[in-house]
């Protein structure tokens, strides 16, 4: 069993916010771990749950946390792009231009962000993740 949460709470303009995303192995070895430490010492934590005489699906950890990770990766790209659209809307109706395309463009985007957000609160809701 993974379980996915943080060690503060949620800031920042992100679903995951500025939080630190951390990994609770506790099922098997009763640690916790932040996700980014795993990532960087892949081999130390396997080599020391080794010893422990406990297993752990780590391949299923970084599917998990790489879909994770490219998740809000184009959740910030697609506010990046809502926030100049909108800032290219606001500067063709102070020079009294049509920015019908650009309202389009925005409703699409919205559209896809708000897809992202329920992926990530329906991940939250469901943090516990069974391996």
Known sequence: MLEWGSNQAHHGDTP???QVSVVKISFWIGMMLEAKYIRDHL???QERIALRGQSFPFDRFISIDGE???TIQE???LRALQNKVSDDVSKRKREKQDA???LAEMKKVSQ???EL???FRKRRKFSTIYC
């Open 16 to 18: 995951a916010g500025r």
């Open 43 to 45: 081999d130390e934590v």
């Open 68 to 70: 994770r990770r490219k």
């Open 75 to 77: 959740w910030e790209r």
């Open 100 to 102: 019908s395309e650009l």
């Open 112 to 114: 896809e962000l708000k």
């Open 117 to 119: 957000d329920v992926w």
